[in-house]
């Protein structure tokens, strides 16, 4: 049982160059999310989905975008990195119930150049 | 703004000491986590209280909850070297939808 599996788990990019973090999921939760983690701080929650197809944003969510075609992929967009968009990005999910824990993927290190 | 924050934001005890850490929050809550991360992983669920209850545990863990006073308290005793770690509170808000995770607390454990 894999739980949350992110890909990449590394990457550094030009300023300007695109790309997409691919997070999937094995254990059939409707609920999924994108967190950024900045050095020394906790989590800041950059987009969710409550279901396949549907996404929301969160507190962090310019600069990204995010899709959710299939209930167990979510995937996290950055058109036009730039530096300040350096970070290590967690992706999570969750059953159907608000009162159920959060499983975390092992986070991108993600550095903008 | 962060709706649950830590306190300390660093605490360093001998191994067999307890550790005690505080998460304040704002608003009222449908429930609130408790999670580890170890250097460099993901954070793992410790424990989900919900708003109605006072009390809970998991073996070495013991979490509070004071919604009057809208703060918890995460108790873990006769710590081990291998509980060094950060440990964050996460706030799951009324009619929010999503949960809010505070800024940690930096549990050092000294053997």
């Known amino acids: 049982n894999a739980g949350v599996t992110q890909t990449p788990k590394f990457r550094v990019l030009k300023t300007g160059q695109s790309m997409t973090l691919l997070c999937a999921q094995d254990?059939?939760?409707?609920?999924m999310y994108w967190y950024r983690q900045d050095p020394g701080m906790g989590l800041r929650l950059i987009h969710y989905?409550?279901?396949?197809?549907?996404?929301a944003k969160g507190e962090v969510p310019d600069g990204y975008n995010v899709s959710r075609l299939k209930k167990q992929n979510f995937l996290l967009g950055l058109e036009s990195a730039a530096p300040s968009q350096t970070s290590v990005y967690f992706c999570?999910?969750?059953?159907?119930?608000?009162?159920?824990?959060?499983?975390f993927g092992d986070g991108t290190r993600l550095s903008i150049l | 703004s962060q709706q649950g924050e830590e306190d300390p934001q660093a605490l360093s005890i001998q191994e067999g000491e307890n550790a005690t850490m505080n998460c304040s929050y704002k608003?009222?809550?449908?429930?609130l986590q408790w999670y580890r991360q170890n250097s460099g992983r993901g954070l793992v669920h410790l424990i989900l209280?919900?708003?109605?209850?006072r009390e809970k545990h998991s073996g070495r863990l013991r979490v509070t909850l004071d919604t009057s006073k809208k703060s918890s308290s995460l108790l873990i005793t006769a710590s081990r070297a291998a509980d060094t770690a950060s440990y964050f509170c996460?706030?799951?808000?009324?009619?929010?939808?999503?949960?809010?995770f505070g800024d940690g607390t930096t549990l050092t454990v000294k053997p």
């Open positions: 999570a999910s969750q059953g159907g119930d608000r009162n159920q824990p959060q499983h």
């Open positions: 254990m059939n939760h409707e609920y």
């Open positions: 989905s409550v279901g396949e197809g549907t996404t």
């Open positions: 608003t009222s809550i449908n429930n």
């Open positions: 209280i919900r708003s109605n209850e």
């Open positions: 996460a706030t799951d808000a009324t009619n929010a939808g999503k949960s809010t």
